[in-house]
């Protein structure tokens, strides 16, 4: 079985958050990048779980600079097979969609998983574009993922429940909690990463449709007033006059 797994960057959680050109532009100075959890935890995760059990291989392939390729290497540390890098700036969730769809179309996979969303932008949208440009079968938000000949059988929360899905190979799936566990490279995972193949491919044109006008951060936390225990009446003078409902 040959898979497709989307790996994208984002910011480490740890990171501060700045903008510059008047709030127009994320500010990447001192930012330290990870694997997006999400494409790394689920995504990658239950595609080597699958080749370890059935036999295939695995491709992971982002769109961006060659600043990323630290990123990409940390995702072949995992155990991805090869890696592909199309060289070019994701402008948006479609941009990024249209550059993995290009390259998966002339290379016949029979799957393709994506993170549910990125941590930094919660869009949730790529792996549904991917699928559309590919006309391909599509689920979103699987918890669990299993392949019997040509079918592919997931679940996923729904409306409280859990719904069984059954679509034919290939497809595309969007990958939630639940799908596997995060694996941590080994040193020898690490040191086999320096010497597995990476391909970088030129970007196709593709229409911009979305345009970024500017960023603002949330406001900042207000300080905390701790009340003693024993004197109530201060408390409830305080969620009466000075408690925000949000």
Not at 43 to 65: C, N, Q, S, W
Not at 86 to 108: E, F, L, R
Not at 154 to 182: D, F, H, R, W
């Amino acid at each position: 079985m040959k898979i497709l797994v989307g790996i994208s960057k984002s910011p480490d959680t740890t990171s501060k958050i700045a903008f510059t050109d008047g709030n127009s532009k994320f500010d990447e100075n001192g930012v330290q990048y990870i694997v997006n959890p999400y494409d790394e935890w689920y995504a990658l995760v239950r595609a080597l779980e699958l080749k370890e059990t059935i036999g295939g291989t695995v491709t992971i392939i982002t769109v961006g600079a060659a600043a990323d390729e630290a990123v990409i290497r940390k995702a072949l540390a995992i155990g991805a097979d090869e890696a592909v890098r199309v060289d070019a700036d994701p402008k948006d969730a479609y941009y990024t969609a249209a550059q993995i769809a290009d390259y998966a179309k002339s290379n016949g996979f029979d799957l393709i998983l994506t993170g549910k969303e990125t941590i930094q932008y919660n869009g949730s949208q790529v792996g549904g574009m991917i699928a559309e440009a590919l006309d391909m079968p599509f689920v979103s938000l699987a918890t669990k993922l299993d392949v019997d000949g040509t079918t592919l059988k997931l679940e996923k929360e729904y409306l409280g429940g859990i719904q069984s899905v059954e679509v034919t190979l290939p497809a595309v799936v969007s990958c939630a909690k639940g799908m596997a566990e995060q694996r941590i490279p080994n040193m020898r995972g690490i040191m086999a990463a320096r010497t597995k193949p990476l391909t970088v491919i030129p970007a196709v044109q593709v229409e911009d449709l979305t345009s970024f006008t500017g960023y603002t951060t949330p406001p900042a936390k207000s300080s905390v007033k701790l009340i003693d225990p024993n004197n109530m009446d201060e408390l409830v003078a305080l969620l009466h006059n000075e408690a925000k409902v949000i």
